[in-house]
């Protein structure tokens, strides 16, 4: 790798979501560089659409572009599928998981973030969060072997177990997820069983701090606990979880006080939405760099997103920490790495061409979550008071903007298909169960005490 | 279950296939029945283009819809999540293996088949088989990581293992794989890769007998042999595998004498599309009846799909060999599957009314096999010499076939809209490696001998 591109300035960027595949894309339009793009996955995910995967509206290929097919035409940028886990800042090179070395002169940090379980890693085998196309089938299986499993459950007790889920966590994930949940229990399966009525579930969405959307104003979060409420989903803020096992999950009430009383919540299927932890490699590149990271290890940078005392590291997304305005960083949105993505590619060019380098200019484009069917919430600043909306008006801007950040444009055909077919019919025809197909085995029942 | 159902007539269909389907279609339109239609999976399977996601044309969701949605709306069929593993033949009763035991007047065997691996199940983990969406996906990831590997292994001979591709068995599964194993290297990816050519690949399609498509005149599989090798694919037909490891195919030359040489082919992908064999639970039937089988261990069916000793229990699709003419059984198409199922829905309907029952008489709509990109041959009887095609009308009248068969009018939009679009941009834009996510290790180069 090293000799074919010596003449040109080599850039490694690691991490194929939304600020990766932006900086490549930017970068791949000078022909003075020579991108490395690495990924562990050999595709760009749509994330904002993941939890439609997980509800079965979607199916996983149609959010999802293979990164090869991106770049076929920019023949400086290189496609590697390998797992980035370490770097020499001095040597600046990163080793991958199996074993090849790549040299960069200017590396991208863009590897993102998951859900953190405070602590509580073994929640995860419980609690499965949603990043990736494989936990959304999974989750999916979840949801779904849960409602067959409640069908075919004599014991109502039990049933009403298989019949209870919990979201825990109130950001726009867990808002999304429990909507969905809700229009799936209400309207989308209400015909489709015998002995249940999947209108009887039980969805809770629980909050450790006193709102939803907590980025948002306070009015929008009003806006969307009541629009949960009419979907059927019991909304409870102050609510922080402390257990969770395999047929429960335990909160505390009284307001979430330290020594307050808790509660067991009886449920089968609980999905993790809270937290933010960044990946490995993010980590190695602190620990060698010798960086500051927030509390979540996501990497502080400067106002030009590079590491001050190493300038030729950028980091961008939701593994960095970037300066925004009164203190606060941008959010964790597509938008904050696709706007972090071309800046770091646009500063990269000028600092090849000699040109100075404006400081980043994080610009809010607004926010908007969905929630079921034709509701949802928007705060969107720069419309003013327009910008403020809750329903049917703010599930429109949801579909337009989502529909036309697609990449790919049979995606896009296909996405919009789909999503007129179920808005007409009120289905979801991606509710495939893969992978461990059967149910677990019934019980007998508990013997009385 | 018994209770509430005893005064109609019950038919438990086992299986969710074309058989399944139809069979349950028919009855579900009549009140005198109770039918329920039990599957290990939730959703029913198009099982002719499960080759088009193995090869990444089209996503899971796409050819699959769940039974429970299929037949919502149909009050007196019951859809149930589970494996049949028993009979009890005296007391007209399955058991499912998580222990549920149903009864029934009349029982639908409509399991299906798997490839056989002739008694070798130990290659199965070298060559997986194309049956299932897990299936699907297993070889898609196979197929994907291969380039991958091909892309970052530096050894020429290594990096020819990863670029060779074996498909076993000529029938139409081993045909359609192979011809899009042969577009996917030299069109799909045509551009994607920057070490290596794709169009470099080695595709072998290894056949026992002397020809591909056995169920098709001879011309039909000159024209298919032709057409596979204007896509790039070697066929070699005389040619028995022997045996399989985890990096190569042994197979017998001298158009395969007992006695013959063999030679050992150095690949990393290999694929099964050869043999019949039922599944477990048609086993179970066969012994708990006392039916004849042949040595697949198809049942032997009457000329009214029933077993001849026990006229409550039909088998149709694959499971069985039904009578056709001239001694010859109807073949194992989708075709017979359906034909069979509506067959046998009708003949139930007759019965419980006193009517007479006709024999069965399958109708040979003929075949159609797609070869690659514009390209197939079809057979069909009816049409006389026009029923004899090969090349781009074959392809047109492939397509036609087949969406109107899909089931789900959003997946037949949806189908149509990804095939227009790979039409014109050769692109398939389902290439996802999911589940394990990462090459195998870059191996040590071996000391010179």
Redesign the interface.
Known sequence: MTAQSAARHRVVVVGGGFGGLYATRELSRSSAVEVTLVD????HLFQPLLYQVATGA?????I???L??IF??R?NV??????AVSVDVAARRIVL????PIDYDTLVVATGAQFSYFGHDDWARFAPGLKS??DA?DIRRRI??AF?AA??EADPQRRAEWMTFVVVGGGPTGVELAGALGEIANDT?R????AINPGDARILLVEAIDRVLPTYPADRSASARRQLERLGVTVRTKTPVVAIDDRSVEVKVDGGKADGATERIPARTVLWAAGVRVSGFAHAVAEASGAPTDKAGRLIVGPDLALPAHPEIFVIGDAAVEPWKEGRPVPGVAQGAIQGGRYVGTTIRRRLRGEPTPPFHYRDLGDVAVIGRLAGVTNIPWLGRFGRTGGFLAWLLWLGIHISYLI????R??VT??WA??FF?H?R???????Q??????EEPEPPA
């Open positions: 562990r996955r050999n595709f979607l199916a996983p290929g149609e999802a572009q293979p090869r097919s076929r035409q023949l290189t496609v590697l599928l390998g797992e998981s199996d074993g090849g196309i494989d089938t779904l072997i067959e069908e075919r399966l015909r489709d069983f015998r790919g444009f049979a995606n055909i296909v298909v789909r077919w179920s019919t289905g025809s991606s509710r495939l169960i893969t992978g197909p059967l149910l677990p085995p019934i």
